[in-house]
T-cell receptor, first 113, second 112 residues
């Protein structure tokens, strides 16, 4: 089945540690995105990529880093510089940046204590 | 900031039509109206989009006013599985690099 996978579903880390969230898609989509969602809030864009080896900062990129070495993969690293990393992280992809529909993964809930 | 205004919550009886309003009074001529929904602890799901004509698909209907300053998403026969947060989003179709901007949406509660 085609789709987007994110792993793990739940992730726990100690403060001060970097952590990498996985996102893989087999939809042959060029564009990929990372969003963050806090309780009772909408989604906020962290980073997006329109093609391999290219990515752009979104609205809240500070404390995060990404890479796009393969079309299928867009991992997100939450660094120790992120002041409030506990959140629900969602990865999405679309055929291109202008596509009508974005397909979302199931999300990773990160808890940092 | 989100360019849309939605009521924070709505209730609907199972089997009845759910009409979710959205105000987008500052919408530009090249901006589409999109609707997504998010079931608790899952990723958002695309529902429908439109520019100025009314649209219908297997999930819902989208009614856009003639001046395009507001729209209504209609779920014709709501079920318990339609309980979710519904997001109304406006976005230009021809502007590269514009990701979806999600506001707080409307929490729809469908009850039996």
């Amino acid at each position: 089945d085609g789709g987007i996978t994110q792993s793990p579903k739940y992730l726990f880390r100690k403060e001060g540690q970097n952590v990498t969230l996985s996102c893989e898609q087999n939809l042959n989509h060029d564009a990929m995105y990372w969003y963050r969602q806090d309780p009772g809030q909408g989604l906020r864009l962290i980073y997006y990529s329109q093609i391999v080896n290219d990515f752009q900062k979104g609205d809240i990129a500070e404390g995060y880093s990404v890479s796009r070495e393969k079309k299928e993969s867009f991992p997100l690293t939450v660094t120790s510089a992120q002041k409030n990393p506990t959140a629900f992280y969602l990865c999405a992809s679309s055929i291109n940046l202008s596509a009508y529909e974005q397909y979302f993964g199931p999300g990773t809930r990160l808890t940092v204590t | 900031d989100a360019k849309t205004t939605q009521p924070p919550s709505m209730d609907c009886a199972e089997g009845r039509a759910a009409n979710l309003p959205c105000n987008h009074s500052t919408i530009s001529g090249n901006e589409y109206v999109y609707w997504y929904r998010q079931i608790h602890s899952q990723g958002p799901q695309y529902i429908i989009h439109g520019l100025k004509n009314n649209e219908t698909n297997e999930m819902a209907s989208l009614i856009i006013t003639e001046d395009r300053k507001s729209s209504t998403l209609i779920l014709p026969h709501a079920t318990l599985r339609d309980t979710a947060v519904y997001y109304c989003i406006v976005r230009p179709s021809n502007q590269a690099g514009t990701a979806l901007i999600f506001g707080k949406g409307t929490t729809l509660s469908v009850s039996s």
